[in-house]
């Protein structure tokens, strides 16, 4: 039970990593020009990923300083969420699995 509880909780930490991504590369593909959100399928992809991670990276953005248009607070999630998963998570992984807890 608590190891299926705990793989939950890994595969939503991945996903928060592979939607951080795709908010990462699609806001350089904005700054860039490549991307326009004159293009309705483009703004609502973008306008979706930016409601997502907005709520995980504004407290970040708030103790950060101003860096200029360099916004490194998805570095930062990233950070977290590998400490978390590897520090925390994959050991109490380890021991439910070995039936420890």
Known sequence: MLFGLLQF?????????????????????LAFNILNMSNRFVATIANALYQITDPLLRPIRQFLPNFGGLDISPIVLFLIIYFLRLVILYPLMRQAAMGAL
């Open 9 to 29: 909780i890994d595969l939503v930490l991945g996903l928060v990593i592979f939607i951080m991504i795709a908010q990462v590369i699609v806001s350089w593909l």
